[in-house]
Nanobody, 127 residues
Framework: VQLMESGGGSVQAGGSLRLSCKAS???????LGWFRQAPGKEREGVAD???????RYADSVKGRFTISQDAAKSTLFLDMNSLTVDDTAMYYC???????????????????????RGQGTLVTVSS
């Protein structure tokens, strides 16, 4: 499945953004996640969602970010609130086939192959 992110942009600290990730086909056979990479830093898992709808979040975004999906629209979302300058990064969505979902430990989406993630969308938060 091919993935394409959208919704990034520039926002002031305290603001909100909604990222979307549109899949080229059905997402029912995948578990999905978001990760980010800030300049000069390693990739960091942000949130993921299982095929059953269970969610996990990085400690740094808990209570501020919400991951969700709309299977009918083959779209994954990331609602980001109370943004801080530390949230500035390129955000990527990623997918893993269902046979791998059970062993996708936290942060595993940061290591998916290029063809299993989108091109990214840039989020810039200014103070």
């Amino acid at each position: 499945v091919q993935l394409m992110e959208s919704g990034g942009g520039s926002v002031q600290a305290g603001g909100s953004l909604r990222l979307s990730c549109k899949a080229s086909g059905s997402i029912n056979a995948y578990c999905l996640g978001w990760f980010r990479q800030a300049p000069g830093k390693e990739r960091e898992g942000v949130a993921d969602i299982s095929r059953d709808g269970d969610t996990r979040y990085a400690d740094s975004v808990k209570g501020r970010f919400t991951i969700s999906q709309d299977a009918a629209k083959s779209t994954l979302f990331l609602d980001m609130n109370s943004l801080t300058v530390d949230d500035t990064a390129m955000y990527y969505c990623a997918a893993a086939p269902k046979e791998f979902c059970a062993v996708m430990g936290w942060g595993a989406f940061t290591r998916v192959p290029l063809d299993a993630r989108g091109q990214g969308t840039l989020v810039t938060v200014s103070s």
